[in-house]
């Protein structure tokens, strides 16, 4: 089984989010996932939330450094903002 992440340092925010959560599975991820954007970042969670973040997720781990090159990454319709 491949792990799945999502990692909000990604993404450009006012708070400088840091925050990289990895899961087994798919649905586990979502639940922490949307937890992380309700409680810190303030967002509703609603059917458009989880879909734009399950399309944010990646296989594998998050890396421990981004590259220097803008960490700003786009993903189609998907907006991610803090």
């Given at each position: 089984m491949?792990?799945?992440?999502?990692?909000?340092?990604?993404?450009?925010?006012?708070?400088?989010?840091?925050?990289?959560?990895?899961?087994?599975?798919?649905?586990?991820?979502?639940g922490i996932a949307?937890?992380?954007?309700?409680?810190?970042?303030?967002?509703?969670?609603?059917?458009?939330?989880?879909?734009q973040l399950r399309q944010l997720f990646k296989d594998g781990m998050p890396p421990e450094h981004l590259p220097m090159s803008g960490q700003a990454v786009s993903s189609g319709s998907a907006t991610h903002t803090h």
């Open positions: 491949t792990r799945k992440f999502i990692d909000c340092r990604e993404f450009p925010s006012d708070t400088h989010c840091s925050v990289a959560i990895s899961a087994d599975s798919e649905e586990e991820l979502l949307v937890e992380h954007a309700v409680s810190v970042h303030h967002h509703d969670d609603t059917p458009e939330l989880r879909q």
